[in-house]
């Protein structure tokens, strides 16, 4: 491993690797075209024989030979993408370093040692005016004349601050070692041909060899540049072994966002019936938490087959996924004109997952009757949704489920964006967001790619990561609403929360920013009476079918809001 030193950090910029990521992506695009060129040669209609089969084994190679180049592009693409952002992590150590030494007057020379400057800090304190006097000086900084006595308790004093900023050099030059070798290994499993290892479907090579971080846009490429048949196979050998219970690399692709909806529900759905038998086997039931997890998905996969299983993911011992995470697709998301995701939120787990399905379809139902086109709408719980507060769980008071959530979601919504765009078949792309939903919509819209949300509404909701001007949606097109007492009828409980004492960001909300603030940047809309008794009841009434919100939101769906 290759030693760092502060000399050699303190210039690093991720924007050097952008000519060799430039160069790739161009790389990537020729042969792209040459591996669709040769796929779509036919060497066997009309022709057989000795020299039939002579040309069709010359093809297999030809075609070997280009998907051995053409992932290597993406693996080289995925691996220095990779250490762009770990050259700007250490960037950021950097100049998080140089903003603590600045404020302290700390001099950090080229092998990483800390100096105080002593000349600096006497020099600030003459430009203020401190002086001296019998009781001695009058800051601890010290004197226009300060004696080496006074200099020295200066530069003891500051012996913390020294250490922790060469601590944090140690870490960012720890970090730097670590960016590099990764790159380097990668770099280096290529030189050696690594990528003769892939996967070898029946017949011709069919690689799946996509690395963990791979971007949504790189896998959309790569999958949609695979015929049809190609794709088929790859399906079918996931079912294959999903069904004889094998481990297989191609049941990734249930999960991969910049996959089609139709190939990743199909394989998810297998896995379900695998898991849940699996489940059975190890004497779990009805009660168990995550057999009834399944139990849920199991029973939106019976009674609703028309309904795809876009994401299906088991628990895993991380934080954020502490509880089974699905979305469920009502409608065509690869081909229809518009695809809305909806984000539920607190006790929302997959155990009921119907209900939300249901809502979906009406809302869909009413967003088409808008006269804009079809619509798909993704009933999305692929984090994990906060319970009732209690005093084993307080976690819906704070935000780092909403946060995680919120990565997984921008991810989600770059596949489906990345999947469309690959297939030649743009799409209008919508957020909806509803109590703890809409805190964990606006962590994942502010940090999507601008130019994949179209629309993004929330609505009951608790507190919001920032503005609108935050949001990476076109100006103009984030909307919220909430329920107020009117005619007799209830408000909405989160009115209560976000005006109390405990709310958070200056009282805004109390989860962040409340989106119904006259400086939040958020349209606000009209939602009528809500037909609640009790607040409670007002809160969870925005998807009444029939009801004035759901109608706002069906606008939303199809870019007619505004």
Not at 19 to 46: C, F, M, P, Q
Not at 279 to 290: F, V, W
Not at 518 to 540: C, L, W, Y
Request: glycine fraction near 10%; charge should be negative; hydrophobic fraction near 35%.
């Amino acid at each position: 491993m290759a030693v760092f030193t502060w000399g050699t950090i303190k210039d690093w910029n991720g924007d050097d690797l952008n000519d060799t990521l430039n160069g790739l992506s161009r790389e990537w695009e020729k042969a792209k075209d040459v591996n669709d060129s040769i796929n779509s040669i036919d060497v066997e209609s009309g022709w057989e024989g000795e020299g039939s089969r002579a040309a069709s084994e010359a093809l297999g190679r030809l075609e070997d030979a280009s998907a051995h180049c053409w992932n290597s592009i993406v693996n080289l693409l995925a691996a220095t993408t990779a250490a762009q952002d770990g050259v700007n992590e250490v960037k950021t150590m950097v100049e998080e370093i140089r903003s603590m030494a600045d404020t302290n007057h700390l001099i950090i020379s080229d092998d990483g040692s800390v100096q105080v400057n002593i000349d600096k800090i006497v020099g600030v304190a003459e430009q203020k005016g401190f002086a001296s006097s019998s009781a001695g000086p009058s800051v601890p900084y010290g004197l226009p004349h300060a004696s080496s006595a006074i200099k020295g308790v200066i530069v003891n004093g500051l012996q913390a601050k020294v250490k922790e900023c060469v601590e944090m050099i140690e870490r960012a030059c720890r970090k730097a070692a670590e960016v590099d070798t990764t790159y380097a290994k990668a770099l280096s499993k290529e030189l050696e041909g690594s990528a003769r290892d892939l996967k070898v479907l029946e017949g011709r090579e069919v690689r799946l060899r996509l690395p963990d971080g791979t971007s949504t846009g790189d896998v959309a490429r790569w999958w949609h540049s695979l015929t049809d048949k190609q794709r088929e196979e790859m399906r079918d050998k996931a079912i294959e072994s999903i069904r004889a219970r094998l481990a297989s690399d191609y049941e990734r692709l249930g999960n991969m966002d910049g996959i089609d909806a139709n190939t990743r529900s199909v394989i998810n759905k297998a896995r379900v019936e695998r898991d849940l038998e699996s489940l059975r086997r190890r004497g779990l039931k009805e009660g168990d938490k995550e057999f009834d997890e399944l139990l849920g998905i199991k029973e939106v996969i019976d009674e609703r087959p028309d309904v795809g299983l876009y994401l299906y993911e088991r628990p895993r011992l991380e934080d954020g996924h502490a509880d089974t995470h699905a979305a469920y697709a009502i409608g065509d998301v690869d081909r229809a004109a518009h695809v809305t995701t909806f984000v539920p939120g607190m006790t929302t787990t997959v155990a009921d997952s119907m209900d939300n399905v249901d809502r979906m379809q009406d809302l869909k139902g009413r967003a088409e009757a808008e006269g804009q086109g079809d619509v798909a709408a993704i009933a999305w719980l692929g984090y994990d949704a906060p319970p009732f507060p209690g005093p084993e769980n307080m976690s819906v008071t704070r935000t780092e489920a909403a946060e995680l959530g919120g990565n997984s979601l921008a991810k989600h919504l770059e596949g489906v964006e990345d999947s469309r765009n690959a297939s030649g078949q743009p799409v209008h792309q919508s957020v909806l967001g509803h109590s703890y939903g809409s805190t964990t919509s606006s962590y994942g819209v502010s940090q999507v790619r601008p130019g994949v949300v179209d629309d993004y509404a929330v609505f009951g909701s608790p507190g919001v990561k920032d503005t609108a001007q935050a949001m990476h949606v076109p100006e103009g097109h984030s909307y919220a609403m909430v329920y107020r007492s009117e005619q007799g009828d209830a408000g909405d409980v989160i009115n209560i929360l976000n005006e109390g004492k405990d709310a958070i960001s200056d009282s805004t909300g109390a989860l962040g920013k409340n989106p119904m603030d006259a400086d939040s940047g958020f349209k606000t809309m009209e939602t009528g009476r809500s037909h609640a008794q009790d607040p409670f009841n007002a809160h969870k009434n925005y998807l009444r079918e029939g009801s004035r919100p759901q109608g706002n939101l069906a606008r939303v769906v199809v870019g007619t809001a505004g």
